[in-house]
């Protein structure tokens, strides 16, 4: 079955603690990108990734990092998390871009 | 860069009745222009989208959007809404650049 898979589903976390989502898509797809998705602003983009080893900012890459060394894989990393990363974040992937995005189920994550 | 609005933060229909949700955006060149439907506690899904040719575009469940230049709009209708429509729905526009912008959403409700 083509699909987005993210882990972990639900993240709760202290402030400091280093975490890492993963997110996986078995479609080849070259573009995959972050998202965080918070009440009345809708989604917005953290980070993309045209294919293996590039990336770019989106409107929003304050304290998160990615990293794209395979085709599949492209994990968000939070260095030192803070409140205000409180968020539900999504991971999306496409053929190309601009085109339809395939969304992971989202991870619920929350900075105490 | 370009942006989304998305006037409406919630609607609320009766079931049987017509649907109307208003997208506006602002690209400077000829935008990719998407809706997505999110239930509640998963991923988002393509409705529709418009890249070029007509105006007038068929998605999914029985929606349909109309891209209107001259107003900057691409909104979304529906001639009958059913209880299972209930869900947020983002407009979204692609850019050349590869970054995607997503509009705040709009909740509807739908009564029986």
């Known amino acids: 079955e083509a699909q987005v898979t993210q882990n972990p589903r639900y993240l709760i976390t202290v402030t400091g603690k280093k975490l890492t989502v993963t997110c996986s898509q078995n479609m080849n797809h070259e573009y995959m990108s972050w998202y965080r998705q918070d009440p009345g602003l809708g989604l917005r983009q953290i980070y993309y990734?045209?294919?293996?080893?590039?990336?770019d900012k989106g409107d929003v890459p304050e304290g998160y990092k990615v990293s794209r060394k395979e085709k599949r894989n492209f994990p968000l990393i939070l260095e030192s998390p803070s409140p205000n990363q409180t968020s539900l974040y999504f991971c999306a992937s496409s053929f190309r871009t601009p085109n339809e995005q395939f969304f992971g189920p989202g991870t619920r994550l929350t900075v105490l | 860069a370009q942006s989304v609005t998305q006037p409406d933060i919630h609607i609320t229909v009766s079931e049987g009745a017509s649907l109307e949700l208003r997208c506006n955006y602002s690209y400077g060149a000829t935008p990719y222009l998407f809706w997505y439907v999110q239930s509640p506690g998963q991923g988002l899904q393509l409705l529709l989208k418009y890249f070029s040719g007509d105006t007038l575009v068929q998605g999914i469940k029985g929606f349909e959007a109309e891209f209107k230049r001259s107003q900057s709009s691409f909104n979304l209708r529906k001639p009958s809404v059913h209880w299972s429509d209930a869900a947020e729905y983002f407009c979204a526009v692609g850019s050349n650049n590869n970054d995607m912008r997503f509009g705040a959403g709009t909740r509807l409700t739908v009564k029986p």
């Open positions: 990734s045209m294919n293996v080893e590039v990336t």
